[in-house]
């Protein structure tokens, strides 16, 4: 060799190791693996001849090697991966056996034929392979690829060991600081599924963050949350996130819970991940229907909390295998964030369907009653008011008398609200709304198997009214067979649910109403004595509307205000037409019957004047004229007329029940019937 040979190898070397020490640089420059491996290859050129350079990394979990090639004719491209089985790849030898690989001559090779013809596809003759170790782990392999045969022997492998070495250094610090950042954005994760707990509480927009969240550490083209129904042991789509292209997933979609994949996450309590080849064995109707729709992959994430199963998280992927083995643990922190969450909408959807349906109730309570507060100055309202108001505070059983429509249950609740026990439970039922066989039940509740189809327990109206009051409407309907009982509840504070032996002590304040003649139901045998004196210890008559006619103006101008702002509606005025008709009408509904025919009037105004079908009127006062007077509508005009004769004296030798040939209470008992008062017949 001349010297002038020697130097120009001597400048060579020199120029080798300047770029294996400026390769160096390349640990801290760089933050992905592509552009390290893009940088790693041309800064390689400056060392080592090749045309074809391998950056081959083992991934654990698969237990896979993933092979990176950079090619010379594309420099500027990022290495394209490859994955190959570990026994299928020469750089899977190399890490294995921690030793190094050269191939002279790759026309004659045989070994490893998947990798090899990748190589020759590129015009590669010759190869050599090195294990890519640091102190602390074995990464992988580096392979360099030449367009001459025989391009590497053994003098050059000394070189190539120290730029494999360096190279691992450079991968693993860049990996560490990959993995650093992972677990940052894991706990990171973690922290806003925690913000989204708080923050969304509604599901259907606590689904969409829930998404945002998970995407940042895994990667899937769908998602949905599959609920589980403890009732029908079924599986159902709540919520689905997908591509349009995509959209053919049901997110009706249901399941039978038993053999679902959906079932084997809960029971496992792990993460669930499925592929195509993976759903061959399942029963048709247990297939995911993201799997049916195109998807690649699947995992099931498990939400389970201290109560129970809630369902699964679902993310699917059009990559195969697109869930990773090592993940399931942190996938595991973030179901139990998920099922929180999950937990904490649903029962905030359950608060909100209760305060829906109180609204509800509420809302009907005003329907029914047609009054939030009772309305009305005449002086027969005043007196029952007053009484009401007078008895109110004892606990005395108190009876409601009154035609229909004249607002009983509302006298009722106003002697409640008067009461001291105002801040406990107002129980009512209708006495005439229930079946006589399930009467029993309603008003005394049952235990199990008292009867067919008695299932469970039930508490009945007496015992929820505990503390509180019970109010009998339509009193009256109640059978002669379950009287004794009900007077024994009255009496003795004290009774026995259907079916039951253990005798419950209850403290009830009972408040009746009827719109039937007690008195005269006695006599004929339907109604019992005792029954009827104990509920009659404080009997309170509430008066027609024709008898307080004084109050029809503010009854309808009460109604009128509160439908035209239901309906969103202004009406100022009230023809005086209209007022007249409705101050004459007889009310047979009473007050009901005015409400209904209010709303009737705002629904058919369209400008400011109110607008009441006043032919409906006009019609039935002709008709009622034309038609004779009833037995009953007779025997009112009778005890009317005698009752001026007579000035209003019921009792005595000249008294109207002499000359009508009654005793005074059948008499009274009558005039109450009738709805006749002192203002009918007074001078």
């Known amino acids: 060799m001349s010297s002038s040979q020697g130097s120009a190898n001597a400048d060579t070397d020199i120029q080798r190791y300047r770029a294996l020490l400026e390769t160096a640089d390349l640990i801290v420059l760089h933050r992905n693996l592509p552009q390290l491996f893009r940088k790693l290859a041309k800064r390689l050129q400056q060392v080592t001849a090749f045309d074809v350079v391998n950056f081959v990394l083992h991934e654990s979990g698969r237990n896979v090697m993933r092979l990176n090639i950079w090619e010379q004719v594309a420099p500027e491209q990022s290495p394209v991966p490859i994955q190959l089985s570990i026994e299928d790849e020469s750089s899977g030898w190399v890490w294995e056996h921690q030793q190094p690989l050269i191939f002279p001559e790759l026309e004659a090779e045989t070994r490893f034929p998947e990798v090899m013809n990748a190589l020759r596809a590129r015009g590669v003759k010759s190869y050599c392979v090195l294990p890519m170790t640091t102190s602390l782990s074995r990464l992988g392999a580096i392979g360099f ?334 059978p002669l067979e379950l009287q004794p009982k009900l007077l024994r509840v009255l009496q003795e504070q004290e009774f026995e649910r259907l079916g039951g032996t253990r005798t419950i002590r209850v403290d009830v304040r009972l408040v009746a109403a009827t719109n039937r003649d007690l008195k005269q139901m006695v006599e004929e045998g339907k109604f019992r004595s005792d029954l009827y004196y104990r509920l009659n210890v404080f009997p309170l008559c509430v008066p027609s509307l024709r008898e307080r006619r004084e109050d029809i103006p503010l009854l309808v101008a009460y109604f009128v205000r509160r439908f035209s702002q239901r309906m969103g509606k202004e009406i100022e005025t009230i023809p005086a037409a209209a007022m007249n008709a409705l101050m004459h009408w007889d009310w047979p509904g009473n007050v009901r019957e005015l409400e209904n025919i209010i709303e009737r009037s705002v629904i058919l105004t369209k400008g400011l004047a109110l607008n009441v079908p006043l032919a409906e009127l006009r019609t039935s006062s002709l008709n009622k004229e034309d038609v004779p007077d009833s037995l009953e509508a007779a025997e009112r005009k009778h005890i009317l007329r005698i009752l001026r004769e007579t000035k209003g004296v019921v009792s005595g030798p000249q008294g109207a029940a002499a000359r009508l040939g009654l005793k005074r209470t059948t008499l009274q008992a009558r005039m109450r019937k009738l709805g006749i008062t002192r203002n009918d017949f007074s001078p």
């Open 145 to 478: 690829g030449s367009a001459r045969s025989h391009a590497y022997e053994e003098a050059d492998m000394q070189l190539l060991d120290r730029v494999a070495k360096l190279v691992a250094v450079a991968v693993e610090n860049l990996l560490t600081q990959e993995a650093l950042a992972h677990d940052r954005d894991r706990l990171q994760v973690l922290l806003e599924l925690n913000n989204a707990m708080v923050s969304h509480l509604d599901s259907d927009q606590l689904f969409p963050v829930i998404c945002a969240c998970v995407r940042r550490v895994v990667a899937f083209d769908y998602a949905d949350l599959a609920l589980y129904d403890r009732r029908h042991h079924k599986i159902r789509l709540e919520n689905v996130e997908a591509p349009k292209s995509k959209d053919d997933v049901a997110p009706q979609f249901s399941m039978t819970a038993e053999g679902s994949p959906h079932w084997q996450a809960l029971q496992s309590r792990q993460p669930l991940l499925l592929n195509r080849s993976g759903i061959e064995g399942l029963a048709p109707g247990s297939i995911h229907p993201a799997l049916q729709a195109g998807y690649s992959s699947l995992c099931l994430l498990p939400l389970v909390t201290s109560k129970g199963e809630i369902g699964t998280l679902d993310l699917a992927s059009t990559r195969e295998d697109a869930f990773d083995t090592k993940e399931t643990a942190f996938l595991g922190q973030i179901a139990d964030q998920v099922a929180l969450a999950v937990d904490n909408a649903f029962a905030y959807r359950k608060i909100a369907e209760l305060g829906e349906e109180k609204l509800y109730l509420e809302e009907e309570i005003r329907t029914e009653h047609g009054f939030e507060e009772i309305v009305g100055e005449g002086k027969a309202l005043r007196h029952v008011l007053s009484e009401a108001e007078t008895v109110a505070p004892s606990d005395a059983t108190v009876l409601i008398l009154g035609e229909t429509g004249t607002g009983k249950e509302r006298v009722a609740r106003a002697i409640h609200d008067l009461s001291g026990r105002k801040q406990q439970t107002f129980i009512k039922l209708n006495c005439a709304a229930i079946p006589t066989g399930l009467l029993e039940s309603e008003l005394f509740g049952h235990e199990k198997g008292a009867f067919t189809g008695a299932i469970a327990q039930k508490v009945g109206r007496v015992e929820l009214a505990h503390h509180g009051t019970l109010f009998l409407d339509e009193v009256g309907d109640i």
